[in-house]
């Protein structure tokens, strides 16, 4: 059996693949910064993995966590709209890469699974389509977030071009039951705390659980060097916040924000962030996100997976709330 290196397996989605791989029975090896691992994870799945301290920035550690590995599943990265963090972005998500596939090339890593993002394939201003065939094009509508994943991308796809195997996936929004202070779990502490604002846009969701069970079943795939769209339904936001709202008994949003209204509230929400400390609730560049409507097509997943088929949104949110529900302290 292959011997697996995952990065990124404290994050939310790592922690679901590394689930995966322990179930399948793999041997796994994980690269984890100083901090606790996540409690949505049954303990007994981490204490199956050889975990070792480290970085993707640290290059010893590298070394050290590649030796004897087979297949490399890259998942860290920093997923942030905060003006404040692009330094650090595109260092994590560029550099910390180039990293990766550099030692993977030095220490003969046979196949390299990058989990990218839909962000990496662009996004335009007006109302559209996306399949694995579109082409990076520079636009205002690009986030610092997406542009970090488009580079990195690069650096994954440097390495076929050494003779490594590698695939990439680009998931949309990833949803289910995880840490709800962080990453797009944020999404249902918001709609819990009944904030009142939708907007129009329309965006791609995907199962936690699914993107996890994508991942393995491509690294086991005889199929190498393409790139898949890993992304459920395509939902109104409206759609998706009241879903949420209706399923921990909340208020729905009940106010539409203009684009005026947007423009508006990300200057304030800058404003106030600069006095409180904290991160702003809204960015110039999420709230762009939040106005678009981009359509996922996720045909050339399902064609190459054919046993494989996505969990409803509805069923995806109905049981992500049930377990959120289930943390909180009883009032």
């Known amino acids: 059996m292959s011997k697996i290196l995952i990065t990124g397996g404290t ?30 994870i049954p303990a007994e799945i981490f204490a199956k993995v050889e975990w070792v301290d ?31 963090k692009e330094r650090t972005l595109y260092k994590v998500n560029i550099e910390g890469t180039a990293n990766v596939v550099n030692i993977a090339l030095d220490k003969n890593v046979r196949r390299f699974v990058y989990i990218s993002s839909v962000a990496a394939l662009g996004r335009t201003a007006k109302e559209s389509k996306v399949t694995e065939e579109k082409k990076w094009t520079k636009s205002k509508s690009n986030t610092h977030y997406a542009i970090s994943k ?36 944020e999404i249902f502490k918001t709609v819990y705390n009944e904030f009142p604002w939708y907007t129009n846009g329309v ?22 060097n393409e790139r898949f769209i890993v992304s459920g339904e395509n939902w109104p936001l409206r759609q998706l ?53 981009t359509y996922f097509d996720n045909t050339k997943l399902l064609n190459t997976l054919p046993d494989f088929s996505f969990t409803p ?13 289930e943390q909180l302290p009883s009032s």
């Open 11 to 40: 994050g939310f989605l790592g922690a679901y693949i590394i689930r995966e791989l322990v179930q399948q029975g793999y041997q796994v090896r994980a690269l984890k910064r100083s901090r606790d691992l996540p409690s949505f």
């Open 54 to 84: 480290g970085d993707i920035l640290d290059i010893v550690s590298l070394e050290d966590a590649l030796e004897g590995i087979d297949t490399v599943i890259h998942s860290a990265a920093i997923v942030s709209f905060d003006p404040d």
């Open 150 to 185: 488009y580079f990195a991308e690069m650096e994954v796809w440097r390495a076929m071009g050494e003779g490594m195997e590698v695939m990439v996936l680009n998931p949309s929004t990833i949803l289910g039951y995880g840490d709800w202070n962080s990453s797009s779990c």
């Open 203 to 224: 965006n791609g969701f995907v199962d936690v659980e699914d993107v996890a069970k994508v991942a393995v079943a491509l690294m086991k795939c005889p199929v190498s």
């Open 241 to 293: 916040l009241d879903t949420i709202a209706d399923n921990f008994g909340k208020k729905r949003p009940s106010r539409l924000a203009s684009p005026f209204l947007m423009k508006l509230a990300w200057r304030l929400e800058r404003l106030k962030s600069k006095f409180t400390g904290k991160k702003p609730l809204l960015t110039r560049q999420s709230a762009r996100v939040a106005q678009s409507k």
């Open 313 to 325: 949104l509805a069923q995806t949110i109905e049981k992500a709330c049930k377990r959120y529900k």
